[in-house]
């Protein structure tokens, strides 16, 4: 069961949560996935709620479907490299805004990315 966020639409988050699993390679590129029956009662949601989640990931062409196979993770390698940048880059940017309004400079902040590296 997935723990969602009330203040966002659930479609979204599964679409955050399955590109996250792209890009850590935890859905490997090219791979099946379940069926959508299957995956909507891994999260706990309405199959209709995964199917618009799934068919947005293929507007995206993260996803593609094959009529009598199922889902599949897109074999293209360039685009999920692309993506799993783009998603770090944003994280990180939140990361530096919320850092910037607690009054952390550069240095200051190199610092201490620097010494929570060392001790994981």
């Known amino acids: 069961m997935y723990d969602f966020d009330s203040n966002r639409p659930i479609y979204i988050q599964l679409m955050d949560h399955i590109k996250m699993q792209i890009v850590a390679g935890a859905f490997s590129a090219g791979s ?28 995206e062409d993260l996803l593609f479907a094959q009529r009598t196979s199922g889902r599949f ?14 998603l770090a ?6 990361l530096l805004e919320t850092m910037k309004r607690m009054g952390y400079g550069k240095k200051d902040l190199l610092s201490l990315i620097q010494s929570i590296m060392e001790e994981m």
């Open 89 to 94: 880059t944003e994280y990180v940017q939140q």
């Open 32 to 59: 099946k996935l379940a069926s959508v029956r299957d995956l909507a009662s891994d999260f706990g949601v309405n199959p209709n709620t995964m199917q618009r989640a799934l068919s947005e990931l293929e507007r």
């Open 73 to 86: 993770v897109t074999a293209d390698q360039q685009k999920i490299d692309g993506l799993r940048k783009q």
